[in-house]
């Protein structure tokens, strides 16, 4: 976010995945299947999702806040609903009211990108996946992965952080991170300043098979060279619906 959203004292916003019970990280390396063979099992189900996905369409709804103690000094909001032709993302206004906060535009790509963030066969090649362990999440059990960019190319952007893929669906069930770089730019001796949040994206699992995210959050201090600023966001992704009568990868 940038500087320009204020210093900002967020209120934790109430919402069951945030309340998940946690087990602890087992570290022993997989019992059947080689961290290897996990990767390569849960990045091709991937895959298959990012297809699935195109047959749906869904409501995107998106809040920003800036605070300073109880006051709330800025607000972005925006609803829409998403759909897809072929792989192309379409996007139908719905709510937006005249935005309380100066947006970037890498601000505005990271919440649109962040719900489809995923690591298919397509996204192997340009992050290094360390397996962690596994841990169990309720009632889920989980593969852990540590993630990270193998490099940086220019105007594109990234996840880094951690992935909890289900151990018998093989799929994100959960992610942790936030999206890099951060950016700082020198201008005229002035330093600009973009830097981004740490947010949890959940997943859940719609139609039975394939499990698509429905909340995404974020609660982060940025620290600008000119001082912190603490932001809140919230998106949630509901009335996820079929739009094609194409069957799905593996009926």
């Not at 309340?19 to 849960?42: T, Y």
Request: a positive charge.
């Amino acid at each position: 976010m940038l500087i320009r959203l204020l210093t900002a004292t967020l209120v934790l916003c109430a919402w069951l995945p945030l309340c998940a019970q946690e087990g602890e990280l087992d570290k022993s390396p997989p019992k059947i299947l080689s961290p290897q063979q996990v990767i390569d099992r849960f990045s091709a189900r991937e895959s298959e999702w990012k297809r699935v996905r195109q047959s749906y369409s869904f409501r995107q709804s998106i809040t920003v806040k800036a605070l300073d103690g109880n006051d709330e000094r800025g607000e972005y909001r925006q609803v829409a609903d998403i759909s897809y032709a072929g792989a192309r993302r379409t996007k139908n206004i719905v709510f937006a009211p005249q935005s309380g906060i100066d947006m970037s535009k890498e601000d505005l790509d990271d919440l649109e990108s962040r719900s489809s963030f995923t690591i298919g066969r397509e996204e192997l090649a340009e992050y290094n996946v360390a397996y962690s362990g596994q841990q169990k999440i309720d009632e889920l059990h989980c593969y852990v992965f540590e993630v990270s960019p193998k490099a940086m190319l220019k105007d594109r952007r990234y996840f880094q952080g951690t992935i909890w893929v289900d151990d018998r669906d093989f799929q994100i069930v959960r992610l942790r991170g936030k999206s890099v770089p951060d950016i700082k730019i020198k201008k005229k001796k002035k330093l600009i300043e973009n830097l981004f949040p740490q947010f949890t994206t959940w997943r859940e699992q719609i139609d039975g098979k394939f499990w698509f995210p429905t909340f995404s959050s974020a609660d982060d201090t940025l620290h600008f060279n000119a001082g912190e600023a603490r932001i809140k966001q919230v998106l949630k992704f509901t009335d996820y619906k079929r739009t094609s009568g194409a069957s799905q990868p593996g009926n």
